[in-house]
C-alpha cells in the first residue's frame, strides 16, 4: 500500500471514528448545524493534503476539532456585522484547547456532546421522522441517500425533510441540552429511535462495499449504555441496549475471512461473544419483569431466541413467529410482516411463508425493498422450486445496494440455475 493510500484509509477512518464528535463540537460552541457541517467537512478535506505532508497525527479526533474550529471562527469573523456575531466570534476564539467535558455541564449532568445531539435532534416540536433523520445525519455523518434508503423514501424528500429540520431547531430556539428529567418520557421514543437505526446501519450497511460498519454499531452501543445509565427505570431503553447487544454478539461472525456474507444459520455459533449475550439475556429478562412490553423489549426476546440457540435446528421458530406477532401490535409495519413471513416459513413450511409473502407483494409497500424479493426466493429454494427462486433472486439484485449482499444473492442465483428444479403447479 503506498503512502496516499495509508492517508486515505486513515482520513477514511477518522470519518468514521471522529465525524459526529467534531460536528457535536462545533454545533455546541457555534449553535449553527449547517455551518458546523461545512467545516468538519472542509478539515477533512485539508486532513487528505495535510496529512500526505506532515504525517497522520497522534490524535486525529483532536487534529480535526480544532482544524475545523478554526475554519468556522474565520467564517464567524467574516459574517461578524453586528454585536451578537462578534460574541459568537469570541467565544469560540476562547475555546483553543482540546474539549474538557467538565467545562460545559449541563443541568442533565450529561457530558457528552453526542448524546446531547441526539436529544436537540428529538425535541418533541420535530417530527419523528425528521428527529431520527437529522441525528444520523450530523450525529453519524451518514449521506442523505443512506438515510433515505434507510427511511424507504426518495432522496428528494429526504433532502427536504433535513432542511425543514435544520431551519425548526434554528427558529424555535430549540437548546443544546439534555433535558431534565421530567422531560425525558416525551423524548425518549425518538431517541431509542435514533440509536437504533445508527445500530442498524453499522450492522448492515444500506450501500457501499462493507456489510458491517463497526464504528457505527460501536457508537450505538455505547450511546444505549448511556442512554440505560441516564433512564433505569425505562424497561425500553433496557430493551433496546439488550437488542444491540445480542446482534452485536455475533456481528464478527457475519462475514467469512473473504469477505462474504454468512447467513445465520451457517454461522459459527462458538464464535458469538458469549458475554454479550449474557449481559442481552439478563437485560431483557429484567425489562420484561417491569410488566410494560414495547417493540425493542420483544426484538431483544427475538434476538434471545436466536441467541440461545445451540444450533440452528434447536432454534424455536414459532416462539419467534408469535414474538413477531406480538410486535406487530406495537409496529404494524411492511418490514415487520416480512420478518414474521419469513419465522412462520421455518417454523410451518415454505408455503405458509410464501402466503404471507404473496399479500406484501400485494400491499405494494415494499416493492423497492431487496429484502421482499429475496425472501420470496429463499423459501422457494429451500421449497425446491429452484427456476422460480431464480427469478426472485434476479428481482433481488436489481434492487440491492450492498456490495457483500448483491455478491451473496449472486451466490444463490447461480446455484437455483444450476440446480434447475421444478416450478409450481397452479
Known amino acids: 500500500m503506498s503512502a496516499t493510500d495509508d492517508v486515505e484509509a486513515a482520513v477514511a477512518a477518522a470519518f468514521r471514528e471522529e465525524w459526529g464528535q467534531v460536528v457535536a463540537t462545533l454545533i455546541r460552541v457555534t449553535g449553527d448545524w449547517d455551518l458546523a457541517e461545512e ?15 506532515d504525517g497522520v497525527p497522534r490524535r486525529p479526533g483532536a487534529w480535526l476539532t480544532t482544524t475545523a474550529r478554526n475554519r468556522a471562527l474565520d467564517v464567524l469573523r467574516r459574517r461578524a456585522v453586528g454585536a451578537a456575531r462578534l460574541r ?26 453526542r448524546l446531547r445531539l441526539i436529544f436537540t435532534c428529538c425535541h418533541p416540536a420535530l417530527p419523528v421522522e425528521a428527529r431520527v433523520a437529522l441525528t444520523l445525519r450530523t450525529l453519524a455523518g451518514l449521506t442523505t441517500p443512506e438515510i433515505a434508503r434507510a427511511f424507504l423514501v426518495p432522496e428528494a424528500t429526504m433532502a427536504q425533510r433535513l432542511v425543514r429540520a435544520k431551519r425548526k431547531i434554528r427558529n424555535a430556539g430549540i437548546p ?36 458491517v460498519r463497526t464504528d457505527l454499531c460501536a457508537e450505538a452501543v455505547r450511546l444505549a449504555r448511556l442512554l440505560a445509565r441516564l ?3 425505562e424497561p425500553e431503553t433496557l430493551g433496546l441496549l439488550a437488542l444491540l447487544l445480542l446482534h452485536d454478539a455475533r456481528r464478527h461472525t457475519r462475514v467469512d475471512a473473504a469477505g462474504d456474507l454468512v447467513t445465520l444459520e451457517d454461522q459459527d455459533r462458538t464464535a458469538w461473544d458469549r458475554a454479550e449475550i449474557d449481559e442481552g439475556t439478563a437485560l431483557v429478562e429484567t425489562a420484561l419483569r417491569r410488566g410494560r412490553p414495547g417493540p425493542y423489549q420483544i426484538q431483544a ?32 409495519s411492511a418490514v415487520v410482516r416480512l420478518n414474521r413471513a419469513v419465522a412462520v416459513g421455518m417454523a410451518e413450511g415454505p408455503d405458509a411463508g410464501l402466503a404471507l409473502v404473496a399479500e406484501l407483494e400485494r ?6 425493498y431487496h429484502l421482499l424479493p429475496a425472501t420470496r426466493a429463499d423459501l422457494l429454494r ?23 449482499e448483491r455478491k451473496f444473492l449472486e451466490k444463490r442465483l447461480a446455484e437455483c440455475r444450476s440446480a434447475g428444479g421444478r416450478s409450481s403447479v397452479g
Open 301 to 332: 426476546a427475538i434476538a434471545a431466541c436466536h441467541a440461545g440457540a445451540a444450533t440452528a435446528a434447536d432454534t424455536d421458530w414459532a416462539d419467534i413467529a408469535a414474538l413477531y406477532g406480538a410486535l406487530l401490535r406495537f409496529v404494524p
Open 231 to 233: 433512564m433505569p427505570d
Open 39 to 53: 467545516c468538519a467537512q472542509d478539515a477533512f478535506a485539508q486532513a487528505l493534503d495535510r496529512w500526505r505532508r
Open 363 to 368: 400491499d405494494g409497500d415494499l416493492d423497492d
Open 176 to 211: 443544546y441540552r439534555v433535558p431534565p428529567a421530567h422531560l425525558l418520557p416525551e423524548r425518549t421514543t425518538g431517541v431509542l429511535g435514533v440509536v437504533y437505526l445508527l445500530f442498524n446501519e453499522g450492522y448492515a450497511a444500506t450501500s457501499g462495499t462493507e456489510l
Open 88 to 113: 459568537e466570534a469570541a467565544v469560540l476564539a476562547r475555546d483553543e484547547g482540546p474539549y474538557d467535558p467538565e467545562y460545559d455541564r449541563d443541568d442533565s449532568g450529561v457530558q457528552d456532546d
Open 382 to 404: 429451500r421449497d425446491g422450486r429452484t427456476t422460480e427462486a431464480a427469478e426472485a433472486y434476479e428481482r433481488a439484485l436489481e434492487l440491492v445496494e450492498n456490495d457483500t
